[in-house]
T-cell receptor, first 116, second 108 residues
Framework: NAGVMQNPRHLVRRRGQEARLRCSPM?????VYWYRQLPEEGLKFMVY????????ESGMPKERFSAEFPKEGPSILRIQQVVRGDSAAYFC??????????????FGPGTRLLVL | DAKTTQPPSMDCAEGRAANLPCNHS???????VYWYRQIHSQGPQYIIH???NNETNEMASLIITEDRKSSTLILPHATLRDTAVYYC?????????FGQGTELSVKP
């Protein structure tokens, strides 16, 4: 069973460009979470999605950031008009449908975004 | 804010048991205790979780006190590859809130 897959693993963008980060959850998992880790800092929750629904976006910056998890295909984290402060590692995690109130999240290898 | 408190760093000799403590005095009755680790800059790796009872798997053991206000992660025979930042997280439902974790250094 393949783990959580993220691509690209490394992404370089110039200021003002758009960045698209993709996450394919583990087979059978219908919940996706995005986290960001700024250089020398801890992991911060960004958004939690189920298929076609955003459940919790309390950690998402109000502007330029958006996320989706369509019925078919991977989850996408989109950053418009990137700035140098967006340079970070972005991790995706997935979990199966919740049965007991919480399910274990499994993380992907991350996408390292560098904004020049 | 994270609901857990961990020592910032610990050392352990290779082959010995590593015991990583975590305080979570405000844990709610339905919140689970989860442990993850992050090796260098890789994605966090799930280790183990529990609610009330002690748990053991192929990686580690988790000891939760009876009042659930603290727990200990035990790596029975630490190896150099166990050097990582270990995160203790209490969670119910969705998001994980990571604290600063414990940086474990396993030394030869």
């Amino acid at each position: 069973n393949a783990g959580v897959m993220q691509n690209p693993r490394h992404l370089v963008r110039r200021r003002g460009q758009e960045a698209r980060l993709r996450c394919s959850p583990m087979k059978g998992h219908s919940h996706v979470y995005w986290y960001r880790q700024l250089p020398e800092e801890g992991l911060k929750f960004m958004v939690y999605l189920q298929k076609e629904n955003i459940i919790d976006e309390s950690g998402m910056p109000k502007e330029r950031f958006s996320a989706e998890f369509p019925k078919e295909g991977p989850s996408i984290l989109r950053i418009q008009q990137v700035v140098r402060g967006d340079s970070a590692a972005y991790f995706c995690a997935s979990s199966p449908p919740k049965r007991e109130g919480t399910e274990t999240q499994y993380f992907g290898p991350g996408t390292r975004l560098l904004v020049l | 804010d994270a609901k857990t408190t961990q020592p910032p760093s610990m050392d352990c000799a290779e082959g010995r048991a590593a015991n990583l403590p975590c305080n979570h005095s405000t844990i709610s009755g339905n919140e689970y205790v989860y442990w993850y680790r992050q090796i260098h800059s890789q994605g966090p790796q799930y280790i183990i979780h529990g609610l009330k009872n002690n748990e053991t798997n192929e990686m580690a053991s988790l000891i939760i006190t009876e009042d659930r206000k603290s727990s200990t992660l035990i790596l029975p025979h630490a190896t150099l590859r166990d050097t990582a930042v270990y995160y203790c997280i209490v969670v119910w439902g969705g998001k994980l809130i990571f604290g600063q974790g414990t940086e474990l250094s396993v030394k030869p």
